[in-house]
């Protein structure tokens, strides 16, 4: 058997373990962080059953989603996005995990006119680290309060990337600050996503509450260097 085809097994079984000892009977959703892979590797992980999808180069992605054009893969977007590739997001993507601003989303929005809306969530600076994106937890009820208003969005929920912890015992976590901040905003159709957990952390964002967990290495093995910036 392939690799990855292995390693998603052996993850799909621990995704269910860490869900089970939450007290939960739903595993979350696994997305498949496969930037800097090639096409190869996705289509191994998809003959492996996997079928989402996650980029983060505008370029790349569109090459790779281009070149294998299976309908049933869902394509998520969770780079940093710069305004002049939201057309390209916006017709590309099924999933948008990394909106930070209103600008994005008008734009977003207006770029996806006469599709089906696309699926966002707010990506939250939950640390306030000085040079990381996402709004800060203040501002997310702002934001999502305007992408509500908007016809061709979805608001779906929340991303974060996590400062690394410095296990400061007594004090909540940045994924149970997230799931708090998640659960005190207000309920809508569709509001039913907690993006958070990578290959180093996801047991953890999974006893947070994490819906959906967004893994690379542990799927792919070590990442490769980037093609494109
Ligand atoms: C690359 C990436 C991941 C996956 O990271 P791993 O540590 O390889 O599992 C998850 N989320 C985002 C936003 C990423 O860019």
């Known amino acids: 058997m ?12 621990s995704l269910q373990d860490a869900a089970t000892a939450a007290g939960r009977d739903i595993a979350p959703t696994l997305l498949a962080a496969s930037k800097t892979r090639p096409v190869e590797d996705i289509l191994t992980a998809y003959e492996g059953g996997q079928r989402d ?4 180069y505008v370029r ?43 600008k994005i989303a008008q734009r977003l929005n207006r770029d996806r006119e006469g ?11 939950i640390d306030a680290e000085p040079q990381k994106a996402g709004v800060r937890p203040a501002d997310v009820a702002a934001l999502l ?21 410095a296990d400061d015992a007594g004090t909540p976590s940045a994924f149970a600050r997230l ?21 180093n952390d996801y047991p953890d964002a999974i006893k947070s509450g994490a819906t959906l967990v ?14 494109e910036s």
């Open 2 to 13: 392939h690799q990855i085809i292995r390693n998603l097994e052996l993850i799909r079984a």
């Open 53 to 56: 999808f996650g980029e983060n």
């Open 60 to 102: 790349e992605a569109i090459a790779k989603i281009t070149a294998i054009n299976h309908d049933d893969i869902v394509w998520h977007y969770i780079g940093a996005i710069q305004s002049n590739k939201t057309r390209d997001l916006a017709r590309h993507f099924h999933w948008v995990h990394s909106v930070d601003r209103s």
């Open 115 to 125: 599709l089906p809306p696309l699926n966002v969530c707010i990506q939250v600076n």
């Open 145 to 165: 309060e305007m992408i509500r208003g908007c016809d061709n969005l979805v608001a779906r929920g929340l991303m974060a990337i996590p400062a690394p912890t």
């Open 179 to 199: 799931a708090d901040l998640f659960q005190a905003l207000p309920v809508a159709p569709g509001w039913d996503t907690l993006s958070m957990g990578m290959t």
């Open 214 to 227: 967004r893994i690379g290495t542990a799927i792919f093995g070590p990442r490769l260097p980037k093609s």
